[in-house]
C-alpha cells in the first residue's frame, strides 16, 4: 500500500490554462463550432462611451451559455462552477486566477440593456442559420408539439377572474359556413357573436402571466407550455411560450405561419390535441401533408353515406340531416318513431333519449383526408420520427438542461430561458456533427498520406528492382 508523503496542493508549477482543458472536452467543440465575435456588432448600441468600462460582452453571453448548456440551476450557482471548473474559465475568457463577475452583473445588464432587446433571438437565429450552412438541417418534415413548464408559483396563492374569449382566426370564415349551410335547410340564421365574451379562469397572484395547468395524472398546477417546432434532424427551428391555460390547437396558426415564412416543408408531424377539422383544413390548403395519429370513431355501427349525405342505423333506419350547430356541426337526426320500435334500442340510446343524433363537421372531409394519409408510406416513414425528434427534444432539454421548472417570473424571462435552452441544444448538435466531420477529415488525410507514401516505396523498388 503507497502512502502520499508530499502534500501536491500548495505545489507550484508553471502551467498554461490551455493545457489544463481536455481536447475532447465540450467547451472546446463549442468553441469551434461557431465564431462568437458576431455579438460585439449586435450589441455595440447597446453600450455607451462614458463610464467605467464593461465586462466583455461575449464573455457575459457565454455565462449565460454555460448556465442553460450544463443545466445550473441559477446565475448564482454558475458563477460558483465558473470559479472552480477551468474548462468553463477557459470558455468564458476568464484566466485561472482571474476574478469572475458577481452573479448579479448578468441580471443588471438585462434590466439594463437586453430587456425588450432581441439579442437572445439573434443568438438563436445565429446558431441555426450556421447548422443550415453546414446542410446539418432538414426541413423536409417539421414536428410540432408542446410542453409544460412547472412556473414559480405557490399554486394556493390565486383568484378567479374572468377574462375575454380569444377570437379564433377562421372563426368568420366558418360562420359564414354555418349560415349558408342553415339557410340551404330553410333554418334561420345565427346572429353574431358578442365581441366582449368572457369567461372565468383561475389566476396566480404569484406570477399573473403563467396559466392553471391540470393534465392526466399531473396535480393541478400553475405552468407555461413551450410550443416548439424542431425538424427531422432534431434541430428546434422555432418556439413560442403561453400561459399553459392555453390549448395546443389555439396557438398553431400563429407558429404555423411563422415557419411557413422561413422554411419550406412537406410533411408537418402533430400529435392527437391538433387533430381538428380547422387544422387539418389550414394544412392541406397550404399544400403540406398532415401527418397526424388515427382517432377510431365513438360509433362504428353507424355509416355516413356521402352521396345521399346521411346516415344509416345497424338496423337499417335513416337519420336525415336536420340543422347546423353553432360549432359548425351538422346535426344527423333519427325518426323517433322507428327508433321506438328497435329491437336495438339499448345499445344505441340511453333511458332518456327518444331519437339518436349524429354529428358531423363542415370540414369533416379534411379529417378523412388526414385518415387517407395514414395509410401512405409517407405517413409510415416519417411520422413514427416524432419520438426521435420532438419527444426527444423535450425529454433532453428537461433532464440535462433544466427546463422542467422555472425560477424565473413572467412570461417574458422564462421566454428568454426557453429561447436559451434550445440555442444551447442546437449548438451543443452543431458543435458535436462538426467536431465529427472534422476527426473524419483527419482520419481520411491520414489514410491518403499513407497510401501516398506505400505508392512511393512501392514505386521506388520498381526503379532499383
Known sequence: MLKKVEDNRKQIELICLEQLVPQEHLVRKLDNAIDFSFIYNEVKDLYGDVGRGSI???????????????G????????????????Y????????????????????????RFKDNDIFQKIFNKILSEAIQCGFVDTKAVYLDSTHIKANANRKKKIEVYVQKETKNYQKTLERE???????????EFEDRDDNDTHKITKSTTDPDAGEFHKGEHEKMFAYSAHTVCDTKGFILECEVTPANKHDSTMFSKIFEKIKKRYTFNYIGLDAGYKTP?????????NVLPLMPYTAPRSKKFEYN????????????????TTTNRLGYREYT???????????Q????????????MFRHLWQKYIDKVNEIRHTKIWKEYYPKRSETIERVFGDAKEKHGMRYTQLRGKEKVSIQVLLTFACMNLKKLANWKWQNTDKTKQKHTIINKIQKILEKLTLFKQFA
Request: a positive charge.
Open 278 to 286: 380547422a387544422i387539418a383544413k389550414e394544412i392541406i390548403e397550404s
Open 89 to 112: 474559465r477557459w470558455f468564458c475568457g476568464f484566466g485561472l486566477t482571474g476574478s469572475v463577475p458577481h452573479f448579479s452583473t448578468f441580471g443588471k445588464n438585462y434590466v439594463r
Open 178 to 188: 354555418i349560415n349558408e349551410d342553415r339557410i340551404n335547410k330553410g333554418k334561420k
Open 56 to 70: 466583455d460582452p461575449v464573455s457575459l453571453i457565454k455565462i449565460v451559455l454555460v448556465q442553460y448548456m450544463f
Open 72 to 87: 445550473i440551476k441559477s446565475m448564482r450557482q454558475t458563477i460558483k462552477e465558473i470559479e472552480v471548473n477551468v474548462a
Open 346 to 357: 339499448e345499445q344505441c340510446l340511453s333511458k332518456t333519449q327518444k331519437h339518436k343524433t
Open 306 to 321: 356521402k352521396y345521399y349525405d346521411y346516415y344509416i342505423c345497424p338496423n337499417g333506419n335513416i337519420l336525415e340531416h
Open 334 to 344: 333519427s325518426d323517433a318513431s322507428m327508433c321506438k320500435q328497435c329491437p336495438n
